[in-house]
C-alpha cells in the first residue's frame, strides 16, 4: 500500500517551454501532497506543500509564478514549470500523506522526475 | 533555523560488519524523526520512524535507531549489513507543530562490499 506514482519519469525540453509532473497517490487519498528539488549530491530541498482543493504554500525562496502546484483532486497533484531554463534542470520528487499534514503522518515518496532544460 | 547534519557522506564496509550512521539536528521544540533508503534507481523508502515512547526504534530490514534527545541525535544503527543494503540513507525531521514539513540530511552513501 501508499502508492506515489510520477509522470513522466524524465523530460527533456527546450529553454522557454512548459513542463508538467504529474504526482499521483495510487491507493490512498492524499490530502496533502510535498514537492522536492534534489540537487544533483545534494538533499532534497521542499519546494511547496499542497492540500487539496487550496492553494499551495510555498517555502522561501521559491517562485510561485514559476513552479505552479495545483492540487485538483485527492489523488492527482502537478507541478508545472513554466518558461523552463537550464538552471531549472533537476530532480523533482512529489510526496503524500493520508491524512492531514499533522504530526503523526508519514510521506509517502514517488520515484522522480529528472527534468533537462536545454 | 532548523537544520539536520549527517556525519558521513560516504562509507564503504564489507558484509557482515556492522553499520552506524549519524544524524544530529538543531531544534528546540518537540520534533518527529525519520530514516529514509534511497536502493539505487529506486524512490525514497520510510525505514523508520520516531514520534514518541520507546527512544529505541526498531524499522525494516533490521535496522534500528536510537533518538537522544540530549544530544539532539537520531542515529541509525544495523548489527550486520547485507551486500542489498548498498544505498543512499537520509535523516529527515520535522517540528512536531510543522505541518509535515520535512528537513532533509545531505544524506549518506553506503556501499557494502562483498
Known amino acids: 500500500g501508499a502508492v506515489v506514482s510520477q509522470h513522466p519519469s524524465w523530460v527533456i525540453c527546450k529553454s522557454g517551454t512548459s513542463v508538467k509532473i504529474e504526482c499521483r497517490s495510487l491507493d490512498f487519498q492524499a490530502t496533502t501532497m510535498f514537492w522536492y528539488r534534489q540537487f544533483p549530491k545534494q538533499s532534497l530541498m521542499l519546494m511547496a506543500t499542497?492540500?487539496?482543493?487550496?492553494?499551495?504554500?510555498?517555502e522561501q525562496g521559491v517562485e510561485k509564478d514559476k513552479f505552479l502546484i495545483n492540487h485538483a483532486s485527492l489523488t492527482l497533484s502537478t507541478l508545472t514549470v513554466t518558461s523552463a531554463h537550464p538552471e531549472d534542470s533537476s530532480f523533482y520528487i512529489c510526496s503524500a500523506t493520508g491524512g492531514l499534514a499533522g504530526v503523526r503522518e508519514t510521506q509517502y515518496f514517488g520515484p522522480g522526475t529528472r527534468l533537462l532544460v536545454l | 533555523a532548523q537544520s539536520v547534519s549527517q556525519h558521513n557522506h560516504h562509507v564503504i564496509l564489507s558484509e557482515a560488519a556492522s553499520l552506524e550512521l549519524g544524524c544530529n539536528y538543531s531544534y528546540g521544540g518537540t520534533v518527529n524523526l525519520f530514516w529514509y533508503v534511497q536502493y539505487p534507481g529506486q524512490h525514497l523508502q520510510l525505514l523508520l520512524k520516531y514520534f514518541s515512547g520507546d527512544p529505541l526504534v526498531k524499522g525494516i530490514k533490521g535496522f534500528e535507531a536510537e533518538f537522544i534527545k540530549s544530544k539532539f541525535s537520531f542515529n541509525l544503527r544495523k548489527p550486520s549489513v547485507q551486500w542489498s543494503d548498498t544505498a543512499e540513507y537520509f535523516c529527515?525531521?520535522?517540528?512536531?507543530?510543522?505541518?509535515?514539513?520535512?528537513?532533509f540530511g545531505a544524506g549518506t552513501q553506503v556501499v557494502v562490499t562483498p
Open positions: 529527515a525531521v520535522t517540528p512536531a507543530n510543522s505541518w509535515g514539513k520535512l528537513q
Open positions: 499542497s492540500n487539496e482543493g487550496s492553494k499551495a504554500t510555498y
